[in-house]
């Protein structure tokens, strides 16, 4: 193979979208990232939004986050995986501390998402708005992440009942939502965090540091893209904990 048919094979979009993919560093996967998208050769829609997705996690890693939001635009201007593309943005804009622009990049990829992930976008939509002191805003986008829920509802159902609690609403049980999400897949990863809190008001200390301070190192210890999105769980979580050092000899008393 000729030199100039090996250089047109190394440029090729798809050959760097894949290279991108594996890249070890967001150094290199911004590198592969950007011969892609500079390459001569003909490039689908699809192609292009995927490359453009692995320079947007690479500047995210970064914390380039004004950088990554206009990545995710541009993303979001290809009209491919919209909703993935929105929630790409509203992680951007929680990096940048603009929660309502959050709010409104997963409000919009909920109406634009297929019905196998809307679930998701409502539950994130939900968390956000609970976790930044909008409790009552977030109990019906709660609601309607539980009734589009399957395998990850008895998170979904958790995390509303924590809501309208916050609200000083009626709510089902916190020992039988915390039994069922204890027992469940879900309850691993990001369940530890909301299996914290809701131990956190059933008076069970124990259970809830051991939950939340796998969920902080966890969480704290993998991509900053994550670390980002988590924000507000991670300062919620830090909170309890520390409440939890400074409770004494007087706990609260427990949820009945």
């Known amino acids: 193979m000729s030199r100039s048919s ?27 990232a950007r011969r892609g998208l500079s390459a001569s050769a003909p490039v689908d829609r699809s192609t292009k939004v995927m ?5 947007y996690l690479s500047l995210m890693e970064d914390r380039c986050f004004a950088k990554a939001l206009e990545m995710a635009r541009q993303m979001v201007e290809l009209d491919v995986m919209q909703d993935v593309a929105r929630q790409d943005a509203a992680r951007a804009c929680l990096g940048l501390g ?12 909920s109406r634009a998402s297929p019905p196998a992930r809307r679930a998701f976008h409502l539950w994130t939509l939900g968390s956000v708005l609970y976790l930044n002191g909008r409790a ?31 609200c000083a ?4 049980d916190l020992r039988e939502l915390y039994i069922k999400l204890l027992d469940v897949p879900c309850g691993r990863g990001y369940g530890r965090f909301v ?11 124990d259970a809830c540091r051991e939950c ?8 704290t210890s993998g991509r900053v893209a994550l670390a980002v999105a988590l924000d507000g769980e991670l300062r919620r ?13 007087d706990p609260p008393p427990r949820c009945p």
């Open 98 to 109: 603009d929660v309502e622009g959050a709010v409104q990049q997963l409000r919009l990829a």
């Open 195 to 205: 299996l914290g809190e809701l131990a956190y008001h059933l008076g069970e200390y």
């Open 136 to 166: 009552e805003a977030a109990i019906p986008v709660l609601a309607r992440a539980v009734r589009w829920g399957t395998r990850d509802k008895p998170l979904y159902r958790a995390q509303l009942a924590l809501a309208e609690r916050q």
């Open 212 to 219: 939340l301070e796998e969920f902080v190192e966890r969480t």
């Open 51 to 55: 490359l453009l997705r692995q320079l």
């Open 169 to 172: 609403q009626s709510t089902p």
């Open 6 to 32: 090996v250089s047109a094979a190394e440029a090729n979009p798809v050959a760097m979208l894949r290279k991108a993919t594996l890249a070890r560093s967001p150094a290199a996967r911004a590198k592969y």
């Open 237 to 249: 979580a830090r909170e309890l904990l520390l409440r939890l050092d400074t409770m004494g000899t």
